[in-house]
């Protein structure tokens, strides 16, 4: 009897765990149509408002950080795996690797390793196989969250191909005769002004 309720409350918890792990929250970056998907609760420091081409997100055992490029003739798999490299000699990462993992809609090139403190580093880049974008994707992490970190990566998408239904197209205001007829007017006095203020000189 013991058992079956030590059997009951190991499942429980195993369960708990489970409902923890899949509570997930799609992110966008609207500027440039990206959405991943990642653990909720995460935040946005105010500071990186202030750069169009960067973003970040904090968890309590993770931050991610963001940067957008543009393909140019050196976005290829030789000099971003060198990239990587040399990324990764910047933070003092040792024990790293590169990695593979797929991403639909991306060439994705990442490599980890362990960061100078212990945590861990995972770095990519997403190679957009519609666009110009490029993805740079820094998450710094605790032991353990190596699987949520690569699902965060996987969940990666753009959204770029929307187009307008052109059957759409928004209608053309008319200006009624008065608006038009105080627009003349308007535009008459502000050159009087003009001419006032040269005559002034």
Request: hydrophobic content about 35%; aromatic content about 8%.
């Amino acid at each position: 009897m013991k058992y079956n309720k030590l059997l009951a409350l190991v499942a429980a918890i195993i369960l708990s765990m489970a409902a923890t792990t899949t509570q997930a929250k799609i992110y966008t970056w609207d500027k440039f149509n990206i959405a991943f998907e990642a653990p909720e609760g995460g935040r946005v420091p105010f500071s990186f408002f202030q750069d169009p081409n960067s973003a970040q997100v904090e968890w309590d055992e993770m931050v991610m950080t963001l940067q957008r490029y543009i393909k140019n003739d050196n976005t290829n798999k030789k000099n971003l795996n060198e990239r990587l490299k040399s990324r990764a000699l910047g933070y003092n990462m040792y024990d790293t690797k590169l990695n593979e993992l797929k991403v639909k809609g991306f060439k994705c090139f990442s490599l980890e390793g362990t960061m100078p403190d212990g945590t861990r580093c995972v770095i990519a880049y997403l190679v957009s196989n519609k666009t110009s974008t490029v993805i740079e994707v820094v998450v710094n992490y605790l032991l353990g969250n190596q699987d949520v970190v690569e699902d965060i990566i996987k969940s990666f998408s753009e959204n770029n191909n929307q187009q307008p239904n052109e059957r759409q197209k928004p209608k053309q205001k008319i200006q009624k005769k008065e608006d038009a007829e105080k627009q003349e007017q308007e535009i008459k006095r502000e050159k009087r002004r003009q001419q006032e203020k040269v005559f002034e000189c």
